[in-house]
């Protein structure tokens, strides 16, 4: 997923965001990567630019949290039309994923092994480092998952790090692979399964201590011909982005082109499901109804028998989806662009109006800072 750059989406992401540079020049450039929800009316969006947009109201109102001190985003006359236009699409994000313990503790993860971490609800950010105050790996880290003080944060090269003390300190784990893991998911603090390239799935029942691996690069086609006859070479050949399981026994995997995958013995063996588009595919979760939801780039997926088939549930707008997460009766879905939110239970969803976070702005919806301003590009907060 962040290897490749699909043409599509970069032709539609210029064609809508090609906003002046004065955007860039007055401040923050936001583009939405990852986001979690403490509770029904509590939400953390990530940017991948180094903010948190922060509600506790369910969506009522914004405030801008930032991580890290701002990159200088100024334009210059002596750039080339290339370099304007990187600077506004904000083509590498730094930051990838966020996930939160309870409403104050939380841990955000970016490239080049950065973690920060935050025990006041985003308030103040705290870089974890080693005792050489170096990060704890080089490597690019995209997801990560917290249960109580435990957490995990996968990526490049096979990179599986683990936390024991809430995030203060990390280890590696051994995952025998040398893919890109895009996904991990712990369904308790010792099941758990981690999804990436060339269709690797990895499952630990003892914490990350120990990962299998039930699918992926070069083990391929041997475990092709040791397992189910569903799993053949060019299964889940590409990309892998997200893993979910609702049980110990019954998970779904998806991610490039549409690929979408499910087992019912808790990854030993999988088949593949019809997908009903080729898009980008990067999130899944249920809601209250039962409905099995998948973030689908241009649209959201449904099922609503299970997992068994799935039909398109097309939104108003496109916000290249990413991201279902929520808790309590109703969901939220999360693109570079916007976010959306479930209608109750139904397959209904409506924009979230008062937040606007294409290119700069995000105005209008902020709660004043202690200078008076808004929190937005136009006044960033230091």
């Known amino acids: 997923m962040l290897k490749r750059k699909n043409l599509a989406k970069w032709i539609g992401l210029i064609g809508m965001l090609a906003l002046p540079i004065a955007a860039s020049a007055a401040g923050d450039i936001c583009y939405l990567r990852d986001a979690y929800a403490t509770s029904p009316t509590t939400a953390y969006l990530l940017c991948?630019?180094?903010?948190?947009?922060v509600t506790n109201d369910a969506g009522g109102h914004?405030?801008?949290?930032r991580?890290?001190?701002?990159?200088?985003?100024?334009?210059?006359?002596?750039?080339?039309?290339?370099?304007?236009?990187?600077?506004?699409?904000?083509?590498t994000p730094d930051l990838h994923a966020i996930a939160f313990r309870d409403d104050t503790h939380g841990l955000v993860v970016g490239n080049s092994g950065t973690i920060f971490a935050t025990e006041d609800g985003g308030k103040t950010w705290q870089k974890r480092v080693d005792d050489k105050k170096q990060n704890f790996t080089t490597e690019h880290l995209v997801s990560v998952q917290v249960i109580g003080n435990l957490a995990w944060a996968g990526g490049f090269d096979g990179i599986m790090l683990h936390s024991e003390d809430g995030g203060l300190t990390w280890v590696k784990q051994t995952t025998g692979t040398?893919?890109?893991?895009?996904?991990?998911?712990?369904?308790?603090?010792?099941?758990?399964?981690?999804v990436g390239w060339s269709g690797t799935i990895l499952r630990t029942a003892d914490g990350g201590k120990t990962w299998k691996t039930l699918h992926g690069g070069a083990n391929v086609a041997a475990i092709s011909a040791t397992t189910a006859t569903d799993v053949t070479n060019d299964f889940a050949a590409f990309s892998l982005n997200t893993v979910y399981?609702?049980?110990e026994k019954n998970g779904w995997a998806c991610g490039f082109a549409g690929e979408l995958i499910a087992t019912n013995d808790g990854g030993d063996t999988w088949r593949t499901l019809k997908s009903p588009v080729k898009s980008q595919l990067s999130s899944v979760t249920i809601d209250k109804a039962g409905h099995i939801w998948i973030a689908a780039d241009e649209q959201l997926l449904v099922s609503e028998d299970g997992g068994q088939t799935w039909t398109v549930d097309t939104v108003n707008k496109n916000l290249f989806l990413s991201k279902v997460f929520g808790k309590g009766d109703s969901l939220w879905a999360l693109g570079e662009?916007?976010?959306?939110k479930q209608v109750g239970s139904t397959k209904e969803w409506k924009d979230v109006d008062n937040f606007h976070p294409a290119g700069t702005?995000?105005?209008?919806?902020?709660?004043?800072?202690?200078?008076?301003?808004?929190?937005?590009?136009?006044?960033?907060?230091k």
Not at 178 to 194: E, H, M
Not at 363 to 369: A, C, D, K, N, Y
């Open 67 to 91: 991580i890290a001190k701002p990159p200088d985003v100024r334009a210059s006359s002596t750039m080339t039309a290339a370099e304007r236009a990187s600077l506004v699409l904000g083509a």
């Open 48 to 53: 991948g630019q180094g903010m948190v947009y």
């Open 361 to 381: 702005f995000i105005e209008e919806s902020l709660e004043p800072t202690s200078s008076g301003a808004p929190a937005g590009a136009t006044a960033p907060v």
């Open 62 to 65: 914004w405030t801008m949290q």
């Open 245 to 247: 399981f609702r049980d």
């Open 178 to 194: 040398t893919q890109d893991l895009q996904g991990v998911y712990f369904l308790n603090p010792n099941l758990g399964w981690a």
């Open 337 to 340: 662009l916007g976010l959306l």
